[in-house]
């Protein structure tokens, strides 16, 4: 049996790191068995989520988490999809996880109040005495990531652009099409769904959320790939497959 080891459902989302929500629609879409662990951040292999322990093996990282399944149990992702579609499906996965997810982390991480009802939340059962001072580091650990990453070098206004144009490129690319590669969805689609969804997350106020509302065909998407794959969690932000 695998083990996903996760952070737990949070803020009306599958889980707040579309990173683990990515793993996890993975892990459904090639019809395995798994369990999820939300303990294991500690031991982490390499000190973040997701990982996944497979009959002892484990596996850091979505894409590496990816390979295996596509390794081991035979998995084709992207069956049916020409060599340009693969390509295409790669550079946007990264374009979410390199680009668009720093712009989240900022807007969850270091706006005030979504920081307050958001990520303050993880922090909650670190006894009163220590709490503020480990949030305090943390903060500054992160900043730093993002300054280091590039994206905290720019003004709010910068980030949510760029922030926006990933949404849009997105949006286009996906236009009427049901999945992102077309009829079915395909290993993109993890992706997509999970930093799409984490973006429209109703939680937090943010100017990338009212980007991301104003397509329609985002939300619709959001609403089939949320009826396809968490059938149990009903609707996230509100989309529903047919608006
Ligand atoms: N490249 C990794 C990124 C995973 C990642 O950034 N996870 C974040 C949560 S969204 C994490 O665990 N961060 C904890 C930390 O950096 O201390 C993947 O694809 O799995």
């Known amino acids: 049996m695998i083990t996903l080891y996760a952070f737990g459902t949070a803020f009306g989302l599958p889980d707040p790191s579309p990173f683990v929500t990515k ?3 993975l892990l459904k879409m090639a019809g395995l068995a798994y369990r999820i662990d939300n303990t294991g951040f500690r031991r982490a292999p390499k000190g973040k989520l997701p990982y996944i322990d ?4 484990r596996i850091a990282d979505s894409t590496f988490i990816r390979w295996h399944l596509e390794n081991k149990y035979h998995i084709d992702f992207e069956k049916g999809l020409s060599a340009e579609q693969r390509a295409i499906g790669w550079a946007f996965e990264k374009m979410a996880e390199d680009n668009l997810y720093w712009a989240l982390v900022d807007a969850r991480w ?6 307050a009802k958001g990520p303050r939340e993880f922090f909650r ?3 009163t005495p220590v709490r503020p001072l480990l949030i305090a580091f943390i903060r ?5 990531t993002l300054y280091g990453q590039g994206m905290g070098r720019h003004n ?12 849009v490129a997105i949006a286009e690319f996906l236009s009427t099409k049901p999945f992102f590669m077309g009829s079915e969805p395909t290993g993109v689609d993890a992706t997509t769904f999970a930093f799409v969804a984490g973006t429209l997350c109703p939680h937090f106020d943010t100017p990338l959320r009212t980007a991301a509302e104003c397509h329609n065909n985002l939300r619709r998407y959001i609403g089939r790939m949320t009826a396809r794959f968490y059938p149990d969690l009903g609707q996230i932000a509100g989309c529903k497959a047919a608006a």
């Open 23 to 25: 793993a996890e629609v």
């Open 54 to 57: 497979d009959d002892g093996e």
């Open 110 to 115: 270091f706006d005030e109040p979504n920081f």
């Open 125 to 127: 059962k670190i006894p």
């Open 140 to 144: 500054r650990q992160l900043k730093r």
């Open 156 to 167: 709010r206004a910068e980030i949510v652009a760029l922030g926006t144009r990933s949404i």
